[in-house]
Each structure stands twice: as C-alpha cells, then as structure tokens.
C-alpha cells in the first residue's frame, strides 16, 4: 500500500512537469494499480498464514531456503537413529547361523559319519551350530571387569557337553560363561573364572573361524574341548605371552573326581609371519580315581609368507589313564598321538582354498574306541557371499587300519563324504 501511494504522488508530481507524455503517464497508472492489487494479495496472504500458524507452502519455503536459513527448531528436529552398538556400549553381541548338506557316498545305514561329531549327519541336511554372544572386554582406562557368554544349540553342542559327567541340562547349551577381571600387574594380568573353551588345538568349535568346515581327528579326539575353572594370563610384550590354567579337568563343569588339573601356556609371535603356541596339561581324570594322570602336549605352529598363503602345523601327544580290569587291576598308561599339516591360500579377498591332511594313532583304542590308524584328507572351497554369508564346500576321506567305517551295513576301512555348509553371520559392532 506504502509503495503504491509513493508511486501516484510521484506520477501527481510528473503530471505537473511540462514536457511529459500522456500516453506514458496511462502507462505508469495502469502499471501502478497492478502493483497495488498484488501487494494487497501478498498482504492477504500473510495473514492468513498467521492466524493458521500452519507450515509454509512450498513455493515460500523455496524462497526462504534463497534467502535467509529458517532458526533451527530442537524440539521439531528428528532425533538421530541410534544403532545396535551405540546403544549396547562397551557389550558386543555377535553370532552365527551354521546349517550344512552332507553326502557320504557310502551310504551308511545309520546315516552317520563315521568318527565324525560335528559333521555327523549324512544324506540329509543338519544343523550344526546357532550361537548367540555376549561379550565384554576388561579396559584399564574405563572398567577393568567384564565377561562373555555364548549359548548354542545344535549338533556342536552335542558333541561338545555330551560327556559331562554332571549331565546335559542348561549345560547342554553354554558353550562358555566367565566373567574377567583385569589386575593392575605390569601391563596387564587378565584373569577369567567360569566355564571356558580350551586353549589346545589348531581348530575351534565355531566353523567359521576354521579353515575346513569339518573338524578334523586330532580336534575331536586328541583334545578336550572346555574347562570349567580359572585362567590367568600375562602378556610381557606383543610378542610373548604366558597362560596359567587351574581347573576341574576336561570336559566336565562337575569334577569326576577330588583332584585337580593345571596348566601352562607360552605364545611366541617374533612376526607377523611366525607364531608358536605351545600348551601343557596335567591332573587326574578318571571318575573316583586321583593317582593316575593324564598328560597333554600341544603345539601349533602358524607361517604365513606371503599375504595369500598361510600354512599350520598342529601336534599332540596324551598319555597317563589306565584301563581298568577290574578287582583293582590296571593296565599299564595309553597314549595317542597326532598330527595335523593345513594349507590355505586366498585367491582373493573373498574366496580361499584350503588343505588338511592327519595322522592319528590310537594304538590302545583309548580315544577312539578301536585300537587303530588313522589317515585323514580334506580340502575346501571357500566364498564369502554378501558380506554376512560364508559358504564352504568340502570333500574328505577318512581312512583307517581297521573296518571302523560302514557302507550300508557292512564295515570298511575308508569312507568318501561330500559337504555344502553355509554359515550366516552377525556382528553388533558393524553399526558403529
């Protein structure tokens, strides 16, 4: 309104000078009331904007973002999504979904595998492994306490509780549970009490960290698989470590007997293409009986020369139990031996190829239940698929001085198995 009566009291003021043109003069009136009518629908427009207090249209919102930034609204802005890892802290929670298809082409009328645990259904599809994990690490310089907890299920879980003495239960399905505390000794004395998997051995339970998708003899006879009391271990340096184990024995949350067993641990890592592990352990392990010891040797031994190639050699060596004949009458001490030799090599950053190949002696039928000799070969493929999908294809044969295998109903020395594994991973940490 201001800005048209300007505008006329200036046209009043050109009227009066001689020398202007009429025509121009209806020009700049017709030019004016067109001025005026907007500025009256822009005037318009603001209140009505006001008294709704509603959101800009479009076309002003566009002009606005042109000209001066719109003051930032706190309580209007979204709050930013918050992932998995923010929200859990300093606890992980990570696990694996491991479902295989196997094929022995021996066709076993008990449709198992023979010496074979984790692995141990053939011509049919199995379930190996689900885990779920919980995981806090001690930190000197926010808490020095933390702990871990994996529970599984499936036919890992099986074949690794089976034998406690103190039953299945819940046990059945806790892989580990103990809690750490790290001691302020020199650079660090983490302790863990609880149950935990045990340090012997070129192979874990989980496939996936594993460079076959079987686990192989001396995994699952040469060794045990847990222990249930305490660790300590020092780290002088990243290239020297020392472990201490004191606990009920092997395989059992309750002790079988009244003794006790120890252990002793040194890790040698002078590179990043060398590392020696070298593990001991000693204790009573037979129900009811505390004088006869076993005694466990394990070494591995890891070179990787180049970035695509790596290779392991793994050993054991076990004596101490005796059979018992009865009416206090003992045989002299088992042994068994072992010998594991594995190849990997990386064609690319998502695909690998790996070879294993084992010796296993059991010549008083002590771990295995038949006094033999066994041979195993393995090789297999490996691709990663969308990120979270390992898949893993596998042939072995395993082969023996004596008929341990079946082909039908009858029994053989040897057997041919072929497996299609895959294994879906999950990690809280992948949405920090």
Do not use: C
Not at 88 to 96: N, Q
Not at 218 to 235: D, E, N, Q, T, W
Not at 359 to 370: A, N
């Amino acid at each position: 309104m201001m800005v048209a009566s300007l505008l006329l009291i200036a046209l009043a003021s050109a009227e009066d000078q001689p020398g202007v043109n009429p025509p121009l003069d209806e020009a700049l009136r017709r030019r004016v009331l067109e001025l005026e009518t907007e500025v009256k629908e822009l005037h318009a427009e603001m209140l009505a904007l006001k008294t709704s207090g509603g959101a800009t249209s479009a076309p002003a919102a566009a002009v606005q973002s042109n000209l001066v930034p719109p003051a930032s609204d706190a309580s209007a802005a979204p709050s930013p999504t918050n992932s998995l890892g923010s929200l859990l802290g300093p606890t992980v929670i990570s696990g694996f979904v491991d479902v295989y298809y196997g094929q022995n082409f021996n066709n076993p009328a008990t449709q198992a595998n023979g010496l074979r645990f984790f692995d141990a259904a053939s011509n049919q599809f199995g379930l190996n492994l689900v885990e779920l994990v919980a995981d806090k690490a001690p930190d000197p310089n926010n808490s020095r306490t933390g702990y871990r907890i994996a529970l599984g299920f499936g036919q890992a879980m099986n074949a690794v509780n089976g034998s406690d003495p103190g039953g299945l239960g819940f046990s059945q399905y806790l892989k580990e549970a103990y809690f750490s505390y790290l001691a302020p000794v020199g650079k660090g004395l983490q302790v863990d009490v609880g149950k935990f998997v045990t340090p012997h051995g070129a192979e874990v339970i989980e496939t996936k960290d594993n460079w076959n998708y079987s686990r192989g003899i001396l995994f699952s006879y040469a060794i045990p698989y847990y222990h249930f009391g305490m660790r300590a271990k020092y780290a002088f340096n990243d290239k020297y470590s020392l472990t201490g184990f004191f606990v009920n024995g092997w395989n059992n949350i309750v002790d079988n007997n009244t003794g006790k067993t120890y252990g002793v641990g040194f890790a040698w890592n002078p590179n990043k293409k060398f590392a020696v592990i070298q593990n001991y352990m000693a204790g009573p392990e037979q129900t009811g009986l505390n004088s006869h010891w076993r005694q466990l040797s394990d070494t591995v031994i890891t070179y990787s020369p180049t970035r695509k190639l790596s290779f392991i050699v793994n050993g054991d060596y076990g004596r101490g139990d005796r059979i018992d004949f009865g009416e206090g009458v003992f045989s002299k001490p088992v042994f068994w031996t072992g010998v594991a030799a594995y190849a990997r090599y990386a064609v690319n950053s998502s695909s690998a190829f790996s070879a294993r190949f084992e010796h296993y002696d059991d010549p008083d039928g002590f771990t295995t239940g038949t006094a033999q000799h066994l041979n195993g070969f393995t090789t297999t493929f490996e691709q990663l698929m969308a990120h979270h999908i390992i898949s893993r294809v596998e042939f072995r044969r395993d082969m023996s001085n004596q008929p341990t295998f079946l082909k039908g109903v009858n029994p053989v020395t040897a057997q041919n198995t072929l497996t299609a594994g895959l294994v879906f991973t999950f990690d809280s940490r992948e949405g920090k």
